[in-house]
């Protein structure tokens, strides 16, 4: 068992103490000095471990965007890519509703304008993109446009009907699968 260093331990704990505190009582309603202090370190700690909250933010959206082993095993494993997209969103879906303000920081960057991606990590939408191309390769998602550009979509599509969730119009595991049926299959004949 590897031991974490006590600089991890804070992070760790700082991450535990906001994304609590998000939860409870939102994004912008919550200080760094409360998420110091529920981390039980002191505000110094936090500010060095941590620019500010809206990176601790980044940093709870990245780690969920991270950790998409589960779904590249399957791929891997030639999973139907319809199911596994309707999956993904699914799954997507439940995190956005147990982190409303996290969802909200996410779902509209224009909202979040320190709040950039850094660029070594797994994204979402390439992940996305790489289940709209194994569809294709299995001859189930139209072929008429490139992954990217219908991962796009998807995502524009999907973000719209979360922020409308979030906002109490219901989505549902239906609702999610019309939408990556549209999207993939096309509408039509």
């Known amino acids: 068992m590897t031991r974490l260093s006590r600089t991890e331990r804070s992070r760790s704990l700082i991450l535990t103490a906001a994304e609590d505190l998000f939860r409870r009582k939102g994004?912008?309603?919550?200080?760094?000095?409360?998420?110091?202090?529920?981390?039980?370190?002191?505000?110094?700690?936090?500010?060095?471990?941590?620019?500010?909250?809206?990176?601790?933010?980044?940093?709870?959206?990245?780690?969920d965007e991270a950790d998409d082993g589960r779904y590249r095993d399957r791929m891997?494993?030639?999973?139907?890519?319809?199911?596994?997209?309707?999956?993904?969103?699914?799954?997507?879906a439940a995190w956005c509703r147990a982190n409303p303000t996290l969802a909200e920081l996410a779902l509209r960057p224009a909202?979040?304008?320190?709040?950039?991606?850094?660029p070594d990590r797994p994204s979402f939408q390439g992940l996305v993109r790489d289940v709209v191309a194994l569809g294709q390769d299995q001859g189930i998602f139209r072929r008429d446009e490139a992954p990217e550009?219908?991962?796009?979509?998807?995502?524009?599509v999907f973000g719209q009907a979360m922020l409308n969730a979030l906002a109490g119009t219901p989505l549902t595991e239906d609702g999610i699968a019309d939408i990556v049926r549209l999207v993939t299959e096309g509408i039509g004949a």
């Open 111 to 118: 909202r979040r304008p320190g709040l950039a991606p850094p």
């Open 149 to 156: 550009f219908m991962a796009l979509i998807l995502l524009a």
């Open 27 to 63: 994004f912008a309603a919550t200080t760094m000095e409360e998420i110091a202090e529920g981390a039980g370190l002191t505000r110094k700690t936090a500010y060095n471990l941590f620019s500010s909250k809206e990176d601790i933010a980044l940093t709870l959206i990245a780690r």
């Open 76 to 92: 891997a494993a030639d999973e139907d890519a319809k199911t596994l997209l309707c999956a993904i969103f699914n799954d997507s």
